[in-house]
C-alpha cells in the first residue's frame, strides 16, 4: 500500500467517525428535546451571585446520561443566581436556564458528571424536576468557598433538600 493511499484512506476513516458521532449527538438532542422551559426574568433581587462552569445536565441519578437538547449539553462559563423565584443558570456562549422554585429538589456535592469528575466532591450538583423528568446539573463553582453557600442557598429553597453526602468536609479547599 502506497502512503498517499494510506494517508487517504486514514482521513476518510476520520471523517467517517466524526459523522457518526454527530448523527449521535443530533438522535440524543432529538430523544431529549423539550427539558428546558424558556428563562424568564426573576422578580425578586438574587440573594446569591456565583461564577463558575457549567458543566452538563444529565437524567437523574445517571450522571453519564447527557442531556443534549436546548443547549444543556454545552460547556459553558456560568453565573448563578439564586433568587426566592428560583435559579438562574446565566450563560455565556449557551442558552440561559431558569429552574424555578417549584422544580427546585435540592443541590449537593458531588465528585463527577459527565464532562467532568474533579474528584472529592468538587461539583455542585442541583437537582430539578421538569415534568416527569428528574434531571441533574453539575456546576463547578470558580471559587471552592462558594460551593456550600451556593448549596445552602438552593436547599433553603426546597421544602426536601437531600442529606449531605456522607464523608463531605465542610472545610474542603478543593
Known amino acids: 500500500m502506497s502512503r498517499p493511499y494510506a ?9 467517517a467517525l466524526l459523522a457518526l458521532m454527530w448523527v449521535g449527538w443530533r438522535a440524543r438532542a432529538r430523544r431529549t428535546a423539550g427539558v428546558a422551559a424558556a428563562a424568564s426574568e426573576p422578580s425578586a433581587e438574587p440573594t446569591l451571585d ?3 462552569v457549567y458543566v452538563s445536565t444529565t437524567t437523574a441519578g445517571e450522571w453519564l446520561d447527557r442531556i443534549a437538547a436546548d443547549g444543556l449539553g454545552v460547556r459553558s462559563a456560568v453565573r448563578v443566581q439564586v433568587s426566592p423565584d428560583g435559579v438562574w443558570l446565566r450563560r455565556r456562549g449557551a442558552p440561559d436556564v431558569a429552574v424555578p422554585t417549584a ?8 465528585s463527577g458528571i ?5 474528584g472529592r466532591h468538587g461539583l ?3 437537582r430539578w424536576q421538569r415534568e416527569d423528568r428528574a434531571l441533574d446539573t453539575g456546576i ?3 471559587y471552592a468557598a462558594d460551593r456550600d453557600p451556593l448549596i445552602e442557598a438552593i436547599n433553603a429553597l426546597t421544602p426536601t433538600a437531600p442529606a449531605p453526602l456522607a464523608g463531605t468536609d465542610a472545610k474542603d479547599p478543593a
Open 50 to 52: 456565583v461564577e463558575g
Open 114 to 118: 459527565a464532562g467532568k469528575v474533579p
Open 140 to 142: 463547578r463553582t470558580r
Open 7 to 15: 494517508v487517504g484512506l486514514l482521513i476518510v476513516l476520520g471523517l
Open 103 to 110: 422544580d427546585l429538589r435540592g443541590a449537593r456535592r458531588e
Open 124 to 126: 455542585v450538583v442541583l
